[in-house]
Each structure stands twice: as C-alpha cells, then as structure tokens.
C-alpha cells in the first residue's frame, strides 16, 4: 500500500491553467503505475492518464490528448498532472492512484488495476 495525498484544485475559468500534484508515501514509489481518474457529480469515475514507473509508457484518454499532461519525478515521489485549455466539462473530483500490478496497456484504464486511491482534489472551470 501506498498513501497518497493531492494538490493543486481549484476554481479557475474556461481557458486556464491548473496543475495538479499527487505526493505518495513509501520507498516503492519507483515501482508503482500512477494514474489519474475523474469523477463528475453524479457520474462515473473515469481515466483521465496514466504512467508507467519508469514514465517511459504514458496513455492519455483519447478526448484529453493534447491538454493533458502526466509526469513523475521518482526522486521527490511525485506525480503531477497538467492541464492546459480548461473546459467547464473538466469539472470533477480529480483522484490519483497508485497500482504495483505490471503494465497492462488494456487493464491501466480501469479502476479495479489499481491499489491505493487519493482523497482527491476538486477542480471547478467555470464558462
């Protein structure tokens, strides 16, 4: 098990900037598949990006590419997610994850791959 703990929410208008940040406890951090799920009111969690331990395997949801961008910095056990272009429908809960199954290109979108789950940080874009 891993805890992590998420930063970076907030109220920002169509258009802007917000970079989230996940910090995680423990040295196996390194080892770890990180991901980012959202999760609307009254809808579905869903995958927004995930990255392989080492970040050489990276997969975005398809209508987030090129907005979004997921990294990690294993030495300050970290994982940040970028988000450019903001739209009212980014409105979520944002939750990191954190999963020490191997990769799975198929399995990696899907919340049951992973262990460990972050409180989450609320993101609002207002129009």
């Known amino acids: 098990q891993v805890q992590l703990t998420e930063s970076g929410g907030g109220l920002v208008e169509a258009g802007d900037s917000l970079r989230l940040s996940c910090a995680a406890s423990?040295?196996?951090?390194?080892?770890?598949?990180m991901g980012w799920f959202r999760q609307a009111p009254g809808k579905q969690r869903e995958f927004v990006a995930v990255i392989s331990p080492r970040g050489v395997s990276i997969r975005y949801r398809d209508s987030l590419k090129g907005r979004f961008t997921i990294s990690r910095d294993n030495a300050k056990n970290t994982v940040a997610l970028q988000m450019d272009g903001l739209k009212p429908e980014d409105t979520a809960v944002y939750y990191c994850a954190a999963s020490f199954r191997t990769w799975d290109y198929a399995e990696v979108v899907m919340t049951t791959y992973y262990n460990s789950w972050g409180q989450g940080t609320q993101v609002t874009v207002s129009s």
């Open positions: 423990g040295r196996t951090f390194s080892s770890t598949v």
